[in-house]
């Protein structure tokens, strides 16, 4: 590698300069202090875990994002984090808590590829999650708080995707789909491609009622007015997908109430997560960018293999995302510039400025220094014996 090419990070890997890290790092801890006023307390997960500790369960879907590495002290496989969530549920396992439980996380994960064209491998992951309770008022309290996020991150004009993987897998399994029946029509359903989706139904053995149904599926997206149509479309649905849509409309109408504004988007094949989630799924969007700036969703008995599977809901965002797509900045900070001269009275007086949180930048011989440059608006005078903060000016 030449010299000119050694200061290059990999693909997908980036590094926080000034101001940005100074961005990032006020929002995580005004996030980590919504959170904390909800109740939620924050867990930190180790960076990396044995491998089989780290996939086991829904984890598994995450291995082919996960680098993997050889434990030196044990001969044992590492996985590097790809998602908290998993490493989450471990430690509400180990805990081996009856109550409800909250927690928050923040850290940075890991992944082999990055999400869509050009996505970072490196997220700063973001998120909370709710254990102990299976209804659906605390898919909505995880909701009110992902938009609150969102909210104090500054992004603007927040759409809502509401979802509910249950109504497919009820469907599918009332049609007595194969697997491989169940996964060829749940990727054209994705990708919402009605006529491969009707071929496809037309070749399997199903009886109208079922076929009109699994159809419909693809076209039941818009407004709230959706699960009207809905509820008339899939009558003949069994039960669990009659009580699914049901929890989709009281999720509905009561994030609704909280948000009167929301602009909320009801897809019945919106199916992120399929294999992970077990109810409903949810994602926000911002206009410019095609991607979601935050999604979670229910997924009940998530820690099963560890011995305690508990209902389950949560989200989780990139801290990175929020930053890039605020709508807020910060204003440059400022501090006082401090002369190099050796002066006990003048050490006092930048002791002082520090200990109440003031930014004081001294100058150190033979550098230069430019007050400007280094962001002071204020400089430290001495007069008459004493040292005194003034305005900086450009003759200064």
């Given at each position: 590698?030449?010299?000119?090419?050694?200061?290059?990070?990999?693909?997908?890997?980036?590094?926080?300069?000034p101001p940005e890290a100074r961005r990032l790092e006020s929002l995580r801890?005004?996030?980590?202090?919504?959170?904390?006023?909800?109740?939620?307390?924050?867990?930190?997960?180790?960076?990396?875990?044995?491998?089989?500790?780290?996939?086991?369960?829904?984890?598994?879907?995450?291995?082919?994002?996960?680098?993997?590495?050889?434990?030196?002290?044990?001969?044992?496989?590492?996985?590097?984090?790809?998602?908290?969530?998993?490493?989450?549920?471990?430690?509400?396992?180990h805990l081996r808590r009856d109550a409800l439980t909250r927690f928050c996380?923040?850290?940075?994960?890991?992944?082999?590829?990055?999400?869509?064209?050009?996505?970072?491998?490196?997220?700063?992951?973001?998120?909370?999650?709710?254990?102990?309770?299976?209804?659906?008022?605390?898919?909505?309290?995880?909701?009110?708080?992902?938009?609150?996020?969102?909210?104090?991150?500054?992004?603007?004009?927040?759409?809502?995707?509401?979802?509910?993987?249950?109504?497919?897998?009820?469907?599918?399994?009332?049609?007595?789909?194969?697997?491989?029946?169940?996964?060829?029509?749940?990727?054209?359903?994705?990708?919402?491609?009605?006529?491969?989706?009707?071929?496809?139904?037309?070749?399997?053995?199903?009886?109208?009622?079922?076929?009109?149904?699994?159809?419909?599926?693809?076209?039941?997206?818009?407004?709230?007015?959706?699960?009207?149509?809905?509820?008339?479309?899939?009558?003949?649905?069994?039960?669990?997908?009659?009580?699914?849509?049901?929890?989709?409309?009281?999720?509905?109408?009561?994030?609704?109430?909280?948000?009167?504004?929301?602009?909320?988007?009801?897809?019945?094949?919106?199916?992120?997560?399929?294999?992970?989630?077990?109810?409903?799924?949810?994602?926000?969007?911002?206009?410019?960018?095609?991607?979601?700036?935050?999604?979670?969703?229910?997924?009940?008995?998530?820690?099963?293999?560890?011995?305690?599977?508990?209902?389950?809901?949560?989200?989780?965002?990139?801290?990175?995302?929020?930053?890039?797509?605020?709508?807020?900045?910060?204003?440059?900070?400022?501090?006082?510039f401090a002369p190099e001269q050796e002066d006990p009275a003048l050490e006092?007086?930048?002791?002082?400025?520090?200990?109440?949180?003031?930014?004081?930048?001294?100058?150190?011989?033979?550098?230069?220094?430019?007050?400007?440059?280094?962001?002071?608006?204020?400089?430290?005078?001495?007069?008459?014996?004493?040292?005194?903060?003034?305005?900086?000016?450009?003759?200064?």
């Amino acid at each position: 590698m030449a010299i000119d090419d050694r200061w290059l990070l990999p693909d997908g890997i980036e590094e926080l300069l000034p101001p940005e890290a100074r961005r990032l790092e006020s929002l995580r801890q005004a996030l980590l202090s919504l959170y904390d006023s909800w109740g939620y307390e924050q867990v930190i997960p180790p960076f990396v875990e044995f491998l089989e500790s780290l996939l086991t369960g829904t984890g598994n879907d995450l291995d082919l994002q996960t680098f993997k590495l050889t434990d030196q002290l044990s001969g044992r496989l590492l996985g590097v984090r790809a998602d908290m969530t998993p490493q989450v549920a471990r430690i509400d396992a180990h805990l081996r808590r009856d109550a409800l439980t909250r927690f928050c996380y923040m850290g940075t994960v890991l992944r082999t590829r990055g999400d869509g064209f050009g996505g970072s491998r490196s997220p700063i992951q973001v998120g909370a999650e709710l254990y102990g309770h299976d209804g659906y008022e605390s898919d909505v309290e995880i909701l009110r708080l992902m938009l609150q996020t969102l909210a104090v991150a500054g992004l603007a004009e927040v759409h809502l995707d509401l979802g509910h993987v249950a109504i497919y897998r009820g469907l599918a399994r009332q049609a007595a789909l194969t697997q491989e029946q169940e996964r060829l029509l749940f990727d054209a359903l994705q990708r919402k491609a009605l006529p491969e989706i009707q071929e496809q139904l037309h070749s399997y053995t199903l009886g109208t009622a079922m076929r009109e149904m699994l159809l419909a599926l693809a076209e039941l997206h818009g407004g709230e007015d959706v699960l009207d149509s809905a509820a008339y479309i899939l009558r003949e649905a069994p039960r669990d997908v009659q009580q699914a849509l049901a929890t989709l409309r009281q999720t509905a109408a009561a994030v609704r109430r909280q948000e009167p504004d929301l602009p909320i988007h009801c897809d019945l094949a919106e199916l992120r997560g399929y294999h992970y989630h077990t109810g409903l799924v949810f994602a926000a969007y911002v206009p410019g960018y095609g991607q979601a700036v935050a999604k979670g969703g229910r997924y009940d008995g998530i820690a099963r293999v560890f011995g305690h599977a508990r209902p389950a809901t949560g989200f989780s965002a990139d801290l990175r995302t929020l930053l890039a797509l605020s709508a807020t900045r910060e204003a440059s900070p400022t501090g006082i510039f401090a002369p190099e001269q050796e002066d006990p009275a003048l050490e006092h007086c930048i002791a002082a400025l520090r200990r109440n949180g003031t930014r004081v930048i001294r100058a150190l011989p033979g550098a230069r220094a430019d007050p400007l440059e280094l962001g002071c608006d204020r400089i430290l005078s001495k007069h008459d014996g004493v040292w005194r903060v003034e305005p900086l000016n450009a003759d200064s």
